[in-house]
């Protein structure tokens, strides 16, 4: 069995073209680290343009107001002199509140920015009265409480904790984006400015690409690299299959060793995918912070399963767990997406063409969501998250039951590969 | 006397949608030797060898080699298929193949030195098989199909696209293992190759296998290369051998059961044999027969 392994492991090793495929996947993935990189450096750029904006403009505002006192006293006018030395006074005051924000934001004393955050967001967040619990964000939309109070929270655990934020795209409240605001056109384009947020630490960057459906992506990925140890040797072309079959060896031996080395391929892809730009972003900036908080979504708090921004309540876990769920998730989605792939390459020859079909199945299995899809649960942030839920109002898409759909859906599929390569030689 | 069954083929059946390839086919052979399996091109003859190698399925009849079934995977301890090149890895090395072949066979390393040497691919032994000639892809199959010393040896179409040299070193190959013992049955619509190295020929024709035997019909000569050729062709007239001779190469005829004696009596007056080629006439004759005469 062993020998078996090693032979189709030195298969994989010695074709070219999954080391190009491999070197041609980190590149692209530490390549996509530093587009997002130089997004962030724009944005905290943006940020301190905005303050140095502020600055002058208070700064200006300053030394209108002193011309305008100076000219006052020519002019002796008490009321005028009064007025512009006040003004002068609050520009001043305006100046140096920038310039202390700006160097903390520039020194990265975080501790700073989020004890005035909370200042400004407390009234917001748990106000005495409901009616006056919303805020008006640019462009006029309404923020919901759920949202303040998540950021709230979210700032209070990340001061507590001594936790670096995201970069993101204001200087006023770092919020965080929420399933419970419902903004359209402009006003949700401005939304969608304040809070991309931008990780720049290894941890972070991880984070920020599971939430872009990475796993899944680098999955099929690996899917096409190592996912045709027995459709590329079953064409017209190579029949290498044959060249094991009048060899004295159990069939069942060398379906698992094929199926198995495929499979231990991906995982092994799927570690590099993220272990590469993980210590690129650590070495660029640092590893982050695995106590973070992520939000998990409580649910619903009213029995016809509406969101209720006012009731609704959340917790967060932390990075560490959020990732450490994400690993078992990711290594049930593995194999469903692997096995799927597998089985459509026994029928089809053409690696890119089973990647596009099994791309084209997830992505309308996903449209429907429901317990037992499994391609419901593609989106690993959603489940963990709960967000799933509140999209589709069925609290029973959860983590648990999205484990156990997709492994059991993925040894369906593994038995049904079997039975295919079994059939083709005794029928 | 027992009788070991080399072959049993029972009431075959391989159907290709409307297309009886093999129609209810019954073969059994007892003795050890050459056999050559012929017919025309797209006859069924690929697919017969790969029914009997269990590659692909029967849709009936049963197939027995060496006495066991085909379906257990365990007689390929002591049989072979050369299949064609398309079952080789291109990005591995000749050196690669043979070692998985060893390792399934649990036969020692040293075993792939050996054979690659016999086969004489051993200064190509350590390049991708990507690289390789037709030819030299066919050394490889050879070696990588008597590496385990197989008692019975499919071979579909071994002598086709061979150079010259290559085919000489084939018919040494399939005559050396006949001589140890191997039964081997060669695909082949090659009659004059198929004449240089065995009389007994099985016709496939419309899905039936017609079996011929045909040593009481045709000549069978021997080409010898001596390291001595004059004192050779002395002592072969001496003990009244009807002899030939063109390009240094005395032409024995011969029949297959007094080949030893006559070899015997060429290495007892201290001639040594450099080569020795059987060549078998009258298979163009037979063939037309079956087939007719093709133009």
Partial sequence: ??????????????????????????????????????????????????????????????????????????????????????????????????????????DEEWEVLYQRELDSLETYAYPSQYENAVFIAEGGGEITNFTLRATFEERKYMLDHKIDPFIQNTIYDMYLRTAYEDFDSKTLEIWEEMTDRYGKQGIYYIYQLIQSLYIPIIILLGCFIFGNTLSSETTKKNNGIRFHQVLPLNQTKLFVAKYLTGYLGILLFFMLMIVAPLIVGTLMHGFGYLDYPVLIYDGYTTEDMWKNAMEDTFHFITLQEYLSKTVWFALAMSLLIYSLYYLVSQFSKEPIFNTIIIGVICFVGMQFQHPYNPFSYLDIDKVISHEIQLETWNTDITYITGIMIMLVIGFIFTVGNYIRFRSRRTN | ?????????????????????????????????????????????????????????????????????????????????????????????????????????????????????????????????????????????????????????????????????????????????????TTIILSSHNLAEIDRVTNQIIFLKDGKLIEIDRTEHVETHYHFKLSNYELGIKVLNDSGYSIQTEDKVIKVDVKEEALDQCIQQIQNSGIAILDIQKEVSGSEKLYEEYFGKQD
């Fill in chain 1, 1 to 106: 069995m062993m020998k078996l392994f090693l032979f189709e492991w030195k298969k994989i090793l010695k074709k070219k073209t999954t080391w190009v495929l491999l070197i041609l996947s980190l590149t692209a993935t530490i390549g996509i680290y530093f587009f997002h990189l130089s997004l962030a450096n724009n944005v905290e750029q943006k940020v301190i343009n905005h303050y140095d904006f502020l600055i002058n403009l208070s700064l200006e505002s300053a030394e209108d107001s002193r011309l305008a006192k100076e000219k006052a006293i020519k002019e002796e006018d008490e009321d005028l002199i009064e007025q512009a030395t006040m003004e002068e006074e609050h520009y001043r005051t305006s100046v140096e509140k920038y310039q202390s924000a700006k160097k903390s934001y520039v």
């Fill in chain 2, 1 to 181: 006397m027992i009788i070991i069954t080399v072959l049993d083929l029972q009431q075959v059946n391989k159907k290709y949608k409307n297309q009886q390839v093999i129609n209810n086919v019954d073969l059994r052979l007892d003795k050890p030797g050459i056999w050559a399996l012929v017919g025309p091109n797209g006859v069924g003859k690929t697919t017969l060898l790969n029914c009997i190698c269990n590659i692909i399925p029967t849709n009936s009849g049963k197939i027995e080699l060496l006495g066991v079934s085909n379906k257990e995977y365990k007689v390929f301890q002591q049989i072979s298929y050369l299949q064609d090149n398309t079952v080789l890895f291109h990005y591995l090395t000749g050196y690669d193949h043979l070692k998985y072949v060893c390792d399934i066979h649990k036969l020692p390393k040293s075993r792939i030195k050996e054979v690659a040497e016999y086969v004489g691919m051993e200064s190509y032994l350590g390049k991708k098989v990507g690289d390789y000639s037709l030819g030299m892809k066919q050394h490889l199959l050879v070696a990588v199909a008597i590496v385990n010393k197989p008692k019975l040896l499919f071979m579909d179409e071994p002598l086709t696209g061979l150079d010259p040299s290559s085919a000489i070193l084939m018919r040494k190959i399939l005559l050396d293992l006949e001589r140890q013992g």
